[in-house]
């Protein structure tokens, strides 16, 4: 019993620390399959925020973590470090600042895909218990709740994906004004 309660306080205090106060509002993935389980991932980041700290709108500093860390930075190479980042970019798109990253990868599980068997579907987990996407909707089919996996056909040759991570409100900025004073001076 003592065990847990150090292993659930553990966990807690690990959360809070990598907790950032970057997030976005939806996540698209494109996984586009080719020969022996290789191919390219495309993940769109769409409305990149900042959320208040405390009351605090620290949305300059986020946007600094997003250009030095993400952007110029390796963390996304850090996240995929058994795949190839081939290019992320940050741009405008109706009036929301979205980001794009393209994956190029050998193996399925470099971008978290599975599969059992070369019979079996492709396999998706949406959710876990640090992970803060929900799933909104895709061209496979989705597990519920209590299976939070999407399964495709291993016929499909694109696997899309939408998630769901964030709804913009009053405890959520924009990065946008902060990435147009960035990109054009």
Partial sequence: MIR?????????????FLSSCLTVEKKTYTFELKDNNSGTLTIKYINIMSMKEDTSNVSQK???ELIGSYIEGNEIELEYENAQVRG???????GQLCG?????????????????DNKSPYMFNVGSFLDSETYLSSNGDFG??????????????????????????????????QYKSWRYN
């Fill in 144 to 177: 519920g709740d209590v299976m939070p996996v999407v399964f495709w056909s291993r016929s499909t040759e694109v696997l899309s994906l939408t998630t769901y991570v964030t709804d913009p409100d009053e405890t959520t900025f924009s990065l946008l004004q």
């Fill in 62 to 64: 986020d946007f600094d």
């Fill in 100 to 116: 794009e990253v393209i994956i190029d990868f050998n193996d399925l599980s470099s971008v978290g895909l599975f599969q059992y």
């Fill in 4 to 16: 847990r309660v150090l292993q659930f306080t553990g966990m807690l205090i690990l959360i809070v």
């Fill in 88 to 94: 992320k970019r940050l741009f405008e798109e109706n």
